[in-house]
């Protein structure tokens, strides 16, 4: 058997394949290993990025809610401020309305007394003129006061 060919050729084979299978697994475990420690450095940032990303995710939901409560203070706010503006606009409305009555009143009674100095002026002309008409003709006591009657008579047709 030790004379054969084949014998040395399988012995050298097996010693080949031994020698190889050696050099070759220490060769493979490290690229196995090296594999396996990126593929767990990768993982490892899969999950440091996971973390990160629920992180921003919670950050990101806080100031969310917190814009949604600034958001309804600012409108609370502005209601509120309308409501004030609307109640001053109704108090600036009822003073300038009761500045345009007390207007109206002195305008009123301004005229009112324009009016009873007009009267008055018109009441003194026709007694003027009732006095001249009197002096002039030289009429009697009794026509006087008829003259003076008439006179009054008159009166309101002058006046409108």
């Not at 706010?77 to 003073?95: K, N, S, W």
């Amino acid at each position: 058997m030790f004379n054969k060919p084949e014998f040395w050729v399988a012995v050298s084979f097996v010693i080949f394949v031994a020698l190889v299978w050696k050099k070759a697994s220490a060769a493979i475990t490290a690229v196995l290993d090296s594999r396996a420690a990126k593929i767990r450095a990768e993982l490892d940032e899969a999950e440091r990025l996971h973390k990160d990303a629920l992180a921003l995710l919670s950050g990101y939901q806080r100031r969310q809610a917190d814009a949604l409560k600034e958001a309804e203070a600012i409108l609370a706010h502005a209601r509120e401020e309308a409501a004030r503006l609307r109640a001053q606009a109704g108090a600036d409305l009822d003073a300038s309305l009761k500045r345009r009555e007390t207007q109206a009143m002195t305008r009123i009674a301004q005229a009112e007394a324009a009016a009873v100095a007009e009267v008055r002026n018109l009441t003194v002309d026709v007694a003027i003129g009732a006095s001249r008409r009197i002096l002039t003709s030289g009429v009697q006591a009794a026509q006087a006061d008829q003259l003076i009657e008439q006179s009054i008579a008159e009166l309101p047709k002058h006046l409108h």
